[in-house]
C-alpha cells in the first residue's frame, strides 16, 4: 500500500526550515527518501533501517518512528538548490520500494 | 560506468509496435530495479533482479511487459503491442544488494506512444 507524505506542497524563503513526513500502513524494513527534479532522475538522499542504522548525505536529516511506521526528512536552512519534488519509498520486504505521492518543495529568494 | 545509464533517453512508438529499453547498472551492483513513473507520480515498481535470477515480478501491469537480465549486468525491459497507457518514463535503478541498500536510478527512458 503506498505511504503517505505530507504536506503535499511547501513554499519557503532561503534559508527557511522545512519537514516532510511520510506515514505508512504497515510494517516497514526500510525508508528511502529522495529528491527528483523536473525531466530528472530521482536522486538518492537517505536511508534508514529498522533498528535504526541510517545513511546519507551529511546535510540531510531524518527520522525513523519504526512503532509508528513513520519517518520525517529535515530540511534546515534551505538553498534554492533544495528545490524539487520529494519520494519516500517504503520497503517490508524484499528491495522492491513502494513510493509515496510526492512532496512538491520550492525555495525561492 | 560512474552512474547508470539507460537507452533510448526518448522513444517513440505506434500503437501496437514492440519496444526494448536498455538499462546498464552501476558496476558490481547485484541488483536492478525497472519502475514506472507517471507524470506527477511517484515511481511505480515493475519488477526486479538480483544477479540474473528475476525475483519479483509482481508490478508488471501485463504480460506484454517483459524483463530480462541474462548475465547479470544489462537489463531489458521489452514491452510488446504497446499501447497509448504504456506511456510513462521508465527508470532503472541499481543497488550493492536488494534489501537495506540505498539504489541509485538513471536518467530514464520516456517513452511516448502514439
Known amino acids: 500500500q503506498q505511504p503517505v507524505q505530507s504536506p503535499q506542497a511547501v513554499i519557503l524563503r532561503e534559508g527557511e526550515d522545512a519537514v516532510i513526513n511520510c506515514s505508512s500502513s504497515k510494517a516497514l524494513y526500510s525508508v528511502h527518501w529522495y529528491r527528483q527534479k523536473h525531466g530528472e532522475a530521482p536522486v538518492f538522499l537517505m536511508i534508514l533501517l529498522k533498528g535504526g542504522e541510517q545513511k546519507g548525505h551529511e546535510k540531510i536529516s531524518a527520522s525513523f518512528n519504526e ?14 538548490s533544495y528545490s524539487g519534488t520529494y519520494f519516500c519509498g517504503t520497503s517490508n520486504q524484499g528491495g ?3 513510493f509515496g505521492q510526492g512532496t512538491e ?5 | 560506468g560512474a552512474g547508470v545509464s539507460q537507452s533510448p533517453r ?9 519496444v526494448a529499453l536498455r538499462c546498464d547498472p552501476i558496476s558490481g551492483h547485484v541488483s536492478l530495479f525497472w519502475y514506472q513513473q507517471a ?3 511517484g515511481p511505480e ?3 526486479y533482479f538480483q544477479n540474473e535470477a528475476q525475483l519479483d515480478k509482481s508490478g508488471l501491469p501485463s504480460d506484454r511487459f517483459f524483463a530480462e537480465r541474462p548475465e547479470g549486468s544489462v537489463s531489458t525491459l521489452k514491452i ?4 497509448q497507457e504504456d506511456s510513462a518514463v521508465y527508470l532503472c535503478a541499481s543497488s550493492l544488494a536488494s534489501v537495506g541498500y540505498e539504489q541509485y536510478f538513471g536518467p530514464g527512458t520516456r517513452l511516448t506512444v502514439t
Open chain 2, 80 to 83: 510488446q503491442r504497446t499501447q
Open chain 1, 105 to 109: 518543495l520550492s525555495v525561492k529568494p
Open chain 1, 96 to 98: 522492491k520500494l513502494i
Open chain 2, 39 to 41: 507524470l506527477g507520480q
Open chain 2, 45 to 47: 515498481f515493475l519488477t
Open chain 2, 10 to 18: 526518448y522513444k517513440v512508438a505506434k500503437r501496437g509496435q514492440d
Open chain 1, 67 to 80: 512503532k509508528k511506521q513513520q519517518s520525517s526528512l529535515y530540511l534546515t536552512a534551505s538553498q534554492l
